[in-house]
């Protein structure tokens, strides 16, 4: 039995439907309510980005708020779907490791990778860089606190299988 | 304390001839003070029965060597009257027990914390004595304590080792082949010295001495050679491999089980060891049985399979000869008896400088912060270098023991092979063996000794491997003191009554709750206020059941929790500690901990709830962030807030809140305020505060003092009262710490 939300809530939570965005010039978003409340650079968040990344979307006003949840993109009309899309594809940075091109030997661990959004050079956070998750999947995280996904280990290379056991 | 006579069992019941009773008089309670009056060892019933109380005169059982003294003195004995009573004094180690006819003191009897129990118990029995003259209870045996004694302790190591190797009961018929294919490659070695015998004999000296012997008839020698190191290679490897893999099994299985039966036991069990120690019992003690099992057992055992083998085919070959070579390998067995238990005590004290040097660890890395904080690296580094000198020393003690085996027994095949040469040469000019069969000898003594060597290597091993052993079994044979019911009455969701019957419990003989009545209607809100040290906390552990009450019983909708398990009370129940605990993993998990199958919609209602939602959609990741092993970049009220979402997730329906919102600031505690009153609504609570201002939406606040009760109410009569609340309210008020008043 989930605790009840509405009472849980302080504030009402805006409607899905009732809502629609405003690009700025600066790629920022505006959330306009039914009655022409405006929230000027709405943050616009996915709850579970790695495990459910289809699912949950948040929208945050500029002081981190919760405005509105939708339990997924779908909830919004095609226009909105897409400005959201938009937002989200901006704000989000988590690139997809293709494969480990390189790696050191000695700590601290440098890997050179190619990724979904190029080449690039990182050094492996000091403790519990690479995590395996339960569907195969794996987040590795460089010192500086990025994270990266590699969407199927099993489907890496073998170099790149072999260059993960030995900085894991 | 070693004395004369602590060490003398104590027996379970009182004798029946130990009193003269009336007939039909009944015994209520009995139990034994330990000490005389002078405060020496020395063990004295007492007994209770529904007309008097009788004491053995504490001096005929007194004096060295639980001898009886030869003075007959006769019993004591109080009727029981009206204005008789017990009272305990309970100091530090010695509790006294005074019996006091109003005012007038008859008789006290002193007594170490060992017995502390069962002279609670007798002096409970005593008291409740009025209200039970009707309805008798039952004799009670003397000798029943609440928390399990410590374990017996296995009769030796080697058992021990033995208990630990009944593991590989699941992978026998695996162990079976390897002990074949050892079998097989303990075969395949001891041909080449037998080939060599004919090939001297009738090969090499015949051609020596000019007979016509061709070089073809030595190839079948030479190919039998290398075909029986060919096959002794494939079949070794097959063996270690094979008595490897077990051995993998057998140590995992240990740790698992280790564990697992760990998990099982009671929070004493761990408040009173420590960390470092049980990771090191559970880590290093098990790997160490592994590499025994697959290293050293292997080895000795086709070592010793060699030896016989080998023992069979000297005597085969010339009786007389082998009986010489083998004169010294009785002594090396004597040797190797003599100082096996003192290898045994030298590694069982390597283990436990092992164990402190990890606890030295497991210690000051948790607590870093303090060190630094109190810039007190440099000694922490001479702590650690103090305990890893002690496993120095400890090692080195046993190492002078057993490094001086392998050149003693080198020593014995040396003096083997002298005597072979010399009885050789004897002999064969005797003519009674062939040059081939001196050499195959000399071939299969160094062997034979270089085998008996690595056997008696396997002395030290052995004896390493069952301290390791002993201290699994250590953990595996703990109770837990909190145990669950053998036959458990089922526990569906409760309403959360609870109710608390004259709860009494002691940590050793220190009396932290004094008879607590409590009755907890369900869906009330408790808050328990009292000083540090009124026993709080101890009560909410109660009703969590991390410890039984030493007297006294709690029911929750009407159940004694004693008879129900533990997994099905608890499964109702939420804490929300002072100390938020976050494990390794997602946000999401540590939300979902106590039920891992809920959904990411149940998890983000829970967070929502608990005030947690927004700031954990701000971090990176969303709920899908890590958090570290101390919480990471988390601060305390975040983290508090993620624990509330985690007590909020199960839907208890038993809350306990034990100093929730102390750690936090006043503007954050506000926060966590509004989450935990939305926690409570429609559940039983119990919430302990020392900011009083906490408590505020309390249904009936019981204020504690010195394990009692003092007062119960609501917050403004308790005000009114001009109590113990009263009081703490009002230096609360006047101190500017607590910024949130109700």
Same mark, same amino acid.
């Given at each position: 039995?989930?605790?009840?939300?509405?009472?849980?809530?302080?504030?009402?939570?805006?409607?899905t439907?009732?809502?629609?965005?405003?690009e700025?010039?600066?790629?920022g978003?505006?959330l306009?309510?039914?009655?022409?409340?405006r929230?000027?650079?709405?943050?616009?968040?996915r709850?579970?980005?790695?495990?459910?990344?289809?699912?949950p979307v948040?929208?945050?006003?500029?002081?981190?708020?919760?405005?509105?949840?939708?339990?997924?993109l779908?909830?919004f009309?095609?226009r909105?779907?897409q400005?959201?899309?938009?937002q989200?594809?901006?704000?989000?940075?988590?690139p997809?490791?293709?494969?480990?091109v390189?790696?050191?030997?000695?700590?601290?661990i440098?890997?050179?990778?190619?990724? #979904?959004?190029?080449?690039?050079?990182?050094?492996?956070?000091?403790?519990?860089?690479?995590?395996?998750?339960?569907?195969?999947?794996?987040?590795v995280?460089?010192?500086?606190?990025?994270?990266y996904?590699?969407?199927a280990?099993?489907?890496?290379?073998?170099?790149s299988?072999?260059?993960?056991?030995?900085?894991s | 304390?070693?004395?004369?006579?602590?060490?003398?069992?104590?027996p379970?019941?009182?004798?029946?001839?130990?009193?003269?009773?009336?007939?039909?008089?009944?015994?209520?309670?009995?139990?034994?003070?330990?000490?005389?009056r002078e405060?020496r060892?020395s063990?004295?019933w007492?007994a209770?029965?529904d007309?008097?109380?009788y004491?053995?005169?504490?001096?005929?059982?007194?004096?060295?060597g639980g001898?009886p003294a030869?003075?007959?003195?006769s019993?004591?004995?109080?009727?029981?009257?009206? #204005?008789?009573?017990?009272?305990?004094?309970?100091?530090?180690?010695?509790?006294?027990?005074?019996?006091?006819?109003g005012?007038?003191?008859l008789?006290h009897?002193?007594f170490?914390?060992?017995?502390?129990? #069962?002279i609670?118990?007798?002096?409970?029995?005593?008291d409740?004595?009025?209200?039970?003259?009707?309805?008798p209870? !039952?004799?009670?045996?003397?000798?029943?304590?609440?928390?399990?004694?410590?374990?017996?302790r296995?009769?030796?190591s080697?058992?021990?080792?033995l208990?630990?190797?009944?593991?590989?009961?699941?992978?026998?018929?695996?162990?079976l082949?390897?002990v074949?294919?050892?079998?097989?490659?303990?075969l395949?070695?001891?041909?080449?010295?037998?080939?060599t015998?004919p090939?001297?004999?009738?090969?090499?000296?015949?051609?020596q001495?000019?007979g016509?012997?061709?070089?073809?008839?030595?190839?079948?020698?030479l190919a039998?050679?290398?075909?029986?190191?060919v096959?002794s290679?494939?079949?070794?490897?097959?063996?270690?491999?094979?008595?490897?893999?077990?051995?993998?099994?057998?140590?995992?299985?240990?740790?698992?089980?280790?564990?697992?039966?760990?998990q099982?036991?009671?929070?004493?069990?761990?408040?009173?060891?420590?960390?470092g120690d049980?990771?090191?019992?559970?880590?290093s003690?098990?790997e160490?049985?592994?590499n025994?099992?697959?290293?050293?057992l292997i080895?000795?055992?086709?070592?010793?399979?060699?030896?016989?083998?080998?023992a069979?085919?000297?005597?085969?070959?010339?009786?007389?000869?082998?009986?010489?070579?083998?004169v010294?390998?009785?002594?090396?067995?004597w040797?190797?008896?003599?100082?096996?238990?003192?290898?045994?005590?030298?590694?069982a004290?390597?283990?436990?400088?092992?164990?402190?040097?990890?606890?030295?660890?497991?210690?000051?890395?948790p607590?870093?912060?303090?060190v630094?904080?109190?810039? !007190?690296?440099?000694?922490?580094?001479?702590r650690?270098?103090?305990?890893?000198?002690?496993?120095?020393?400890?090692?080195?003690?046993?190492?002078v023991?057993?490094?001086?085996?392998?050149?003693?027994?080198?020593?014995?095949?040396?003096l083997?092979?002298?005597?072979?040469?010399?009885?050789?040469?004897?002999?064969?000019?005797?003519?009674?063996?062939?040059?081939?069969?001196?050499?195959a000898?000399v071939?299969?003594?160094t062997?034979?000794?270089?085998?008996?060597?690595?056997?008696v290597?396997?002395?030290?091993?052995?004896?390493?491997?069952a301290?390791?052993?002993?201290?699994?079994?250590?953990?595996?044979?703990?109770?837990?003191t909190?145990?669950?019911p053998?036959?458990?009455?089922?526990?569906g969701?409760?309403?959360?009554?609870?109710d608390?019957?004259?709860?009494?419990f002691?940590?050793?003989s220190?009396?932290?709750?004094?008879?607590i009545?409590?009755?907890i209607?369900?869906?009330e809100?408790?808050?328990?206020?009292?000083?540090?040290?009124?026993?709080?906390s101890?009560l909410?552990?109660?009703?969590c059941?991390?410890?039984?009450?030493?007297?006294?019983?709690?029911?929750?909708?009407?159940?004694?929790?004693?008879?129900?398990?533990?997994e099905?009370?608890r499964r109702h129940?939420g804490?929300?500690?002072?100390?938020?605990?976050?494990?390794?993993?997602?946000i999401a998990?540590?939300?979902?901990?106590g039920?891992?199958?809920?959904?990411?919609?149940?998890?983000?209602?829970?967070?929502?709830?608990?005030?947690?939602?927004?700031?954990?959609?701000?971090?990176?990741?969303?709920?899908?962030?890590?958090?570290?092993?101390?919480?990471g970049?988390?601060?305390?009220?975040?983290?508090?807030?993620i624990?509330?979402?985690?007590?909020?997730?199960?839907d208890p329906?038993?809350?306990?809140?034990?100093?929730?919102?102390s750690s936090v600031d006043?503007e954050t505690?506000?926060?966590?305020?509004?989450a935990?009153?939305?926690?409570?609504?429609?559940?039983?609570?119990?919430?302990?505060?020392?900011?009083?201002a906490?408590?505020r939406?309390?249904?009936?606040?019981?204020?504690?003092d010195?394990?009692r009760?003092?007062?119960?109410?609501?917050h #403004?009569?308790?005000?009114?009262?001009?109590?113990?609340?009263a009081?703490?309210? !009002?230096?609360?008020?006047?101190?500017p710490?607590?910024?949130?008043?109700?």
């Amino acid at each position: 039995m989930p605790p009840d939300q509405s009472a849980a809530t302080a504030r009402p939570l805006l409607d899905t439907a009732s809502c629609c965005f405003d690009e700025l010039d600066d790629g920022g978003l505006v959330l306009i309510t039914a009655d022409g409340c405006r929230h000027d650079r709405v943050l616009v968040v996915r709850a579970f980005p790695l495990s459910v990344p289809r699912g949950p979307v948040a929208i945050l006003d500029a002081e981190g708020r919760e405005l509105l949840w939708a339990e997924s993109l779908a909830a919004f009309g095609p226009r909105a779907r897409q400005q959201l899309t938009d937002q989200l594809a901006a704000g989000e940075f988590l690139p997809q490791i293709e494969a480990i091109v390189s790696a050191t030997r000695q700590s601290p661990i440098a890997w050179e990778v190619l990724t #979904d959004r190029g080449r690039h050079r990182f050094q492996l956070a000091t403790a519990d860089a690479v995590v395996r998750h339960p569907d195969g999947s794996a987040t590795v995280t460089d010192a500086a606190g990025i994270c990266y996904l590699i969407p199927a280990v099993r489907q890496l290379d073998r170099r790149s299988r072999r260059l993960i056991e030995r900085s894991s | 304390m070693p004395s004369d006579n602590s060490s003398a069992p104590l027996p379970d019941r009182l004798p029946a001839d130990c009193f003269s009773l009336a007939a039909g008089e009944q015994v209520l309670a009995a139990c034994q003070s330990d000490l005389n009056r002078e405060g020496r060892f020395s063990r004295s019933w007492l007994a209770l029965t529904d007309r008097a109380i009788y004491a053995e005169p504490a001096a005929t059982r007194a004096g060295g060597g639980g001898e009886p003294a030869p003075t007959e003195q006769s019993p004591h004995r109080w009727s029981l009257a009206a #204005d008789l009573s017990l009272s305990l004094v309970s100091q530090p180690t010695l509790g006294r027990l005074e019996l006091r006819a109003g005012d007038h003191l008859l008789a006290h009897w002193l007594f170490t914390p060992a017995v502390t129990d #069962d002279i609670h118990r007798f002096k409970d029995t005593f008291d409740s004595r009025p209200h039970r003259l009707s309805d008798p209870v !039952q004799p009670v045996s003397a000798s029943k304590p609440a928390v399990s004694p410590p374990a017996e302790r296995p009769p030796g190591s080697v058992t021990a080792l033995l208990r630990v190797l009944s593991f590989a009961h699941p992978y026998r018929w695996v162990v079976l082949l390897g002990v074949i294919l050892a079998l097989g490659s303990t075969l395949a070695s001891l041909v080449p010295p037998y080939l060599t015998m004919p090939l001297i004999d009738e090969v090499l000296i015949p051609r020596q001495a000019g007979g016509a012997v061709t070089t073809s008839q030595a190839l079948p020698y030479l190919a039998g050679l290398a075909a029986a190191a060919v096959i002794s290679w494939l079949l070794g490897w097959g063996r270690t491999w094979t008595l490897a893999w077990v051995s993998e099994r057998i140590a995992g299985d240990a740790r698992i089980r280790t564990y697992a039966h760990m998990q099982s036991l009671s929070l004493d069990f761990f408040s009173t060891r420590r960390t470092g120690d049980l990771i090191a019992r559970i880590s290093s003690d098990t790997e160490r049985l592994n590499n025994y099992l697959s290293i050293n057992l292997i080895e000795f055992f086709s070592n010793l399979l060699l030896v016989i083998f080998t023992a069979v085919v000297l005597f085969s070959i010339s009786p007389l000869l082998a009986a010489v070579t083998l004169v010294p390998f009785p002594l090396v067995i004597w040797l190797v008896a003599s100082v096996r238990g003192r290898l045994q005590r030298g590694f069982a004290h390597g283990r436990v400088a092992w164990a402190d040097m990890t606890s030295v660890l497991a210690d000051t890395i948790p607590g870093i912060r303090v060190v630094k904080a109190f810039a !007190q690296e440099s000694r922490e580094t001479d702590r650690f270098t103090r305990a890893n000198r002690r496993v120095l020393e400890a090692n080195d003690r046993v190492n002078v023991t057993w490094s001086y085996f392998g050149p003693l027994v080198t020593l014995f095949s040396e003096l083997g092979l002298l005597v072979i040469w010399g009885s050789g040469v004897w002999l064969i000019f005797n003519g009674s063996v062939t040059v081939g069969t001196l050499t195959a000898f000399v071939a299969y003594i160094t062997r034979f000794y270089a085998k008996v060597e690595s056997m008696v290597r396997m002395v030290p091993a052995t004896q390493r491997a069952a301290a390791s052993a002993q201290r699994i079994c250590e953990i595996l044979d703990c109770r837990p003191t909190v145990a669950d019911p053998a036959d458990p009455r089922p526990l569906g969701r409760p309403r959360g009554g609870i109710d608390l019957h004259n709860i009494r419990f002691r940590y050793g003989s220190r009396e932290v709750l004094r008879g607590i009545n409590l009755r907890i209607a369900p869906g009330e809100m408790i808050g328990l206020v009292g000083a540090s040290g009124s026993g709080k906390s101890t009560l909410a552990n109660l009703i969590c059941r991390f410890h039984d009450p030493s007297s006294g019983g709690i029911t929750v909708d009407g159940i004694n929790l004693r008879e129900v398990s533990l997994e099905s009370y608890r499964r109702h129940l939420g804490c929300v500690l002072q100390e938020p605990f976050l494990f390794f993993g997602t946000i999401a998990e540590n939300i979902a901990y106590g039920r891992p199958e809920a959904t990411p919609a149940e998890i983000v209602a829970a967070a929502r709830a608990a005030g947690a939602h927004e700031f954990i959609l701000q971090l990176p990741l969303g709920y899908d962030s890590r958090v570290g092993e101390r919480g990471g970049r988390l601060s305390g009220g975040e983290r508090q807030r993620i624990s509330i979402a985690r007590a909020l997730l199960v839907d208890p329906a038993i809350l306990i809140l034990d100093e929730a919102t102390s750690s936090v600031d006043a503007e954050t505690e506000a926060v966590i305020q509004r989450a935990i009153d939305r926690l409570v609504t429609g559940r039983t609570t119990i919430a302990i505060a020392h900011r009083l201002a906490t408590l505020r939406r309390a249904d009936r606040l019981v204020v504690l003092d010195q394990g009692r009760i003092c007062e119960i109410g609501r917050h #403004d009569e308790l005000l009114a009262a001009g109590g113990i609340y009263a009081r703490l309210y !009002q230096t609360q008020m006047t101190d500017p710490q607590p910024a949130t008043p109700p």
